[in-house]
């Protein structure tokens, strides 16, 4: 599991598909007030080139698609792919997430919705949810400060612009920084994984050194070894080297098998097979709350790539409420009366 | 039997007396007057009544103190209730216009408001083509909306021009030097 040039060779790839033939996607969640979501799907691309089994999120026949060709102010053409659907509640998107056969099924997504009564106002949230792949891993806020975060978060689109703007110098060293603490995040969660995965594969068998609690306390010499051995990981790790320098050995003989599957299975959630697209979510009424990136229009804004849910769950929130009209008038009329009855009660004493 | 003739002789008396007070009664002159004034008076007094009984009704809570403080009491919850609540929510808002950041409007804007387009521009021949060939009421509001918008902002932009004679004179400078030009050509 040689992370940096796998790394490198998957950037490539997806690069490549996506100049390819995978189209620009931008998912939009409409939220009602009675619960029930208008989904659309926004896919752009410069060849008529749609394939459905390519689609980000589930899709099937029962979606309104339109097809148009548009111009630009240069007279470029663009396709463009729409396609709605109106869920009548949360668990329908949560069932066609279910049964997804989509190019991102192998992810496991799902939404919320929740309506609250707070009399004067009705508050409403609605989150979409991508369960995270590593059970031990660390969280990215732990390795990013604040100003990192938040370009770590940023669609391409706002980092190029970054990137080229008279600040360049300053988002070119952060985009290294970032890079830099990212490549040690991905190790150290990754390390954390291969533990408790290799701990759940021997069971009752790991007995001393080879506890989770043991492995865990040593966690920190794993990821040394591994980062200091990061350009010829594979051939060492096959050969068994690096096993053998973190267990003995004889652990190293004994545990083999267990200790393949354990890489394999973290070489799998590392390098998910999964498509990114940006999700865009409308709410109802006032806005009052989101951690999604927003424009001074309230247009709410995540990019989703799969970094952003390897050890946390990914959530896209946001919260809006309504007033309550009748429950102003109610309040204001009853306010009056007891004002009223005070007033009453003092004129009559005079 | 004295005593009984004494009594019948005053009773006579009596009689008499309210027989000629019958016989010269006063002349009473604006009887209508009399009466409306006396009716007025009436209705006054009984409106005075009434009203009274209503206001003691509604506000009769006011006179038995547990019932009094309960809705004082409640007033105050709801004001606080409401005064915390609206706080909170402004606090949150303010908050989310820290967090706006620049997004290139380009693409991630997504779907148009209208699903279907109602208007494809080609911008190389500059013609609008409409599609499916009808328009939705909320489509042609829109229209009118921008036409009108079009039009105030034309007529301001006159009234502007006619309000700086040296606008107007470069004005008119500028298109007199653009139709020489077209002359020429």
């Given at each position: 599991m040689n992370i940096k040039p796998l790394k490198v060779a998957v950037i490539i790839i997806l690069a490549l598909i996506t100049s390819c033939d995978e189209p620009e996607t931008v998912v939009t969640d409409i939220v009602?007030?009675?619960?029930?979501v208008t989904r659309r799907i926004e896919m752009k691309n410069t060849e008529n080139k749609f394939n459905i089994?390519?689609?980000?999120v589930p899709f099937d026949s029962t979606w309104i698609v339109k097809d148009s060709l548009e111009f630009n102010k240069k007279g470029d053409t663009t396709w463009v792919k729409r396609a709605e659907k109106l869920y009548h509640n949360f668990d329908e998107i949560n069932m066609s997430y279910r049964s997804d056969s989509g190019c991102n099924k192998t992810v496991s997504r799902r939404s919320e919705f929740i309506k609250r009564f707070r009399w004067f106002n009705t508050e409403y949230r609605f989150a979409e949810i991508i369960e995270r792949e590593f059970k031990h891993g660390y969280p990215v806020s732990d390795f990013l400060n604040k100003e990192e975060l938040q370009y770590f978060y940023s669609p391409n689109t706002v980092m190029d612009k970054l990137v080229n703007s008279p600040d360049s110098l300053k988002y070119k060293a952060i985009k290294d920084t970032i890079s830099s603490k990212t490549d040690r995040w991905t190790y150290k969660s990754a390390m954390a994984e291969w533990i408790g995965d290799f701990s759940t594969l021997t069971g009752d068998k790991a007995?001393?050194?080879?506890?989770f609690d043991a492995l865990k306390a040593r966690e920190g010499e794993l990821v040394k070894i591994s980062m200091q051995n990061s350009n010829h990981f594979d051939s060492l790790w096959s050969n068994g080297i690096i096993l053998k320098e973190f267990i003995g050995e004889s652990n190293a003989i004994k545990y083999k098998t267990e200790a393949d599957s354990a890489i394999t299975l973290v070489s799998k959630k590392l390098f998910v097979d999964f498509h990114g697209y940006s999700v865009r979510i409308i709410m109802p009424g006032?806005?009052?709350?989101?951690?999604g990136l927003m424009d001074s229009t309230n247009v709410l804004l995540w990019p989703v790539k799969s970094e952003y849910f390897l050890t946390r769950p990914y959530e896209m929130w946001a919260e809006s409420k309504e007033p309550n009209k009748w429950a102003w008038i109610v309040s204001g009329i009853f306010l009056l009366f007891v004002l009223a009855g005070i007033i009453f009660k003092s004129i009559k004493k005079g | 039997m004295k005593d009984i003739s004494e009594m019948n002789s005053e009773s006579n008396k009596y009689e008499r007396i309210t027989d000629i007070l019958k016989k010269s009664r006063p002349v009473l002159t604006g009887s209508e007057a009399i009466e409306e004034n006396v009716m007025e008076r009436i209705r006054v007094r009984r409106k005075a009544t009434e009203s009274y009984n209503f206001l003691d009704h509604l506000f009769?809570?006011?006179?038995i103190g547990w019932v009094r403080s309960g809705l004082v009491a409640a007033s105050v919850i709801i004001i606080a209730f409401f005064v915390v609540q609206q706080s909170i929510i402004l606090k949150r808002i303010n908050n989310l216009e820290r967090q706006e950041i620049p997004i290139n409007p380009s693409f991630v804007?997504?779907?148009?408001?209208?699903?279907?387009?109602a208007f494809m521009l080609d911008t190389r021949s500059g013609k609008f083509s409409l599609k499916g060939g009808t328009l939705s009421d909320r489509q042609l509001k829109l229209l009118e909306k921008s036409i009108n918008d079009l039009q105030t902002s034309y007529s301001n932009l006159i009234k502007l021009i006619e309000d700086n004679p040296e606008l107007k004179q470069y004005l008119e400078n500028k298109l007199s030097e653009k139709d020489k030009k077209k002359i020429n050509l």
């Open positions: 009602h007030t009675d619960g029930s089994h390519k689609i980000q007995t001393g050194d080879m506890t006032k806005l009052i709350g989101t951690n | 009769g809570w006011v006179y804007k997504g779907v148009h408001d209208v699903f279907e387009p």
